[in-house]
C-alpha cells in the first residue's frame, strides 16, 4: 500500500527565507508525482507535475525534485513572501490492478511572517 | 477555460435527506475524480472515471453513495440517506493525457449534515 508522508507538519519562517518542504512514499512504482497547494476554504491548486522519468520541475520561486529511488521529493521555495502562506500536499499517482490511483500526503501547512 | 466547476458551494441539509453534488470539468479533460476531505482523514479519493467510465469505485464509504458521469461535461455525487458523519468538503477534479496528467480541482462542495 502506497503511503504518502510530508514532513514538517506545520512550518513558521521569516519573510525572505529560502525553505524546503519534504514528501517521501513508500512505493517506487510510482507515474507522477505533483505538489499543490491549498488555501483555507479554497480548493487545490497545481502547483508542478513530476514525470516518474523527470529529475525536477521549476515554477517561478519553486522548484520541486524528485528521487524515484529513494521515494522522496522536495519542494524548494526561494525568497518566501507572506502570500506562501497555505498548507503544500504533495501527491504521488500510483499504479494499481485497474487503472492507478492519486495518494495524498497529510500537508505542510506553512506560514510566512512579515 | 473556467476551471472545474461545482455546485453547491455549500450544503447544509438534515440527516436523512438526500444530497446531490454536481462538477462541470474543465473541457477536453477525459478523467473525473470525486474526492472527500476532513480533519481527520484527509483527502480521499471515492470514485473516479475516465472517458465517462467509473474504473475505481473502492473509496466509496457506503451503498448510500453513488456517481455518474453520463457524459463528457457532467457528473453528480449522490448520498442518500445522508448521515452526520457525511460532513465534509468534496472536491471534484479532472485531467487529461489519460489518467496520469496533471490533476485540476474544483472549489469543491463544504456539506454539512445535521
Known amino acids: 500500500k502506497q503511503e504518502v508522508t510530508q514532513i514538517p507538519a506545520a512550518l513558521s519562517v521569516p519573510e525572505g527565507e529560502n525553505l524546503v518542504l519534504n514528501c517521501s512514499f513508500t512505493?517506487?512504482?510510482?507515474?507522477?508525482l505533483q505538489w499543490f497547494r491549498q488555501d483555507p476554504g479554497k480548493g487545490l491548486t497545481s502547483l508542478l507535475l513530476?514525470?516518474?522519468?523527470?529529475r525536477e520541475q521549476t515554477s517561478g520561486r519553486l522548484n520541486a525534485s524528485l528521487d524515484k529511488s529513494s521515494g522522496r521529493s522536495t519542494l524548494y521555495i526561494a525568497a518566501s513572501q507572506p502570500g506562501d502562506s497555505a498548507t503544500y500536499l504533495c501527491?504521488?499517482?500510483?499504479?494499481?490492478?485497474?487503472?492507478?490511483?492519486?495518494?495524498f500526503g497529510a500537508g505542510t501547512i506553512l506560514r510566512v511572517k512579515s | 477555460d473556467a476551471g472545474v466547476i461545482q455546485s453547491p458551494r455549500h450544503e447544509v441539509t438534515e440527516m436523512g435527506q438526500e444530497v446531490t453534488l454536481r462538477c462541470k470539468p474543465i473541457?477536453?479533460?477525459?478523467?473525473l475524480f470525486w474526492y472527500r476531505q476532513t480533519m481527520m482523514r484527509g483527502l480521499e479519493l471515492l470514485i473516479y472515471?475516465?472517458?465517462?467510465?467509473?474504473?475505481?469505485d473502492s473509496g466509496m464509504p457506503e451503498d448510500r453513495f453513488s456517481a455518474k458521469m453520463p457524459n463528457a461535461s457532467f457528473s453528480t455525487l449522490k448520498i442518500q440517506p445522508s448521515e452526520p458523519r457525511d460532513s465534509a468538503v468534496y472536491f471534484c477534479?479532472?485531467?487529461?493525457?489519460?489518467?496520469?496528467?496533471?490533476?485540476?480541482f474544483g472549489e469543491g462542495s463544504r456539506l454539512t449534515v445535521l
Open positions: 477534479a479532472s485531467s487529461s493525457g489519460g489518467t496520469t496528467g496533471e490533476l485540476f
Open positions: 472515471f475516465n472517458n465517462n467510465v467509473p474504473i475505481d
Open positions: 473541457s477536453g479533460h477525459n478523467s
Open positions: 512505493d517506487s512504482a510510482i507515474y507522477n
Open positions: 513530476i514525470q516518474s522519468s523527470q
Open positions: 501527491a504521488v499517482r500510483r499504479r494499481m490492478e485497474y487503472g492507478n490511483k492519486l495518494v
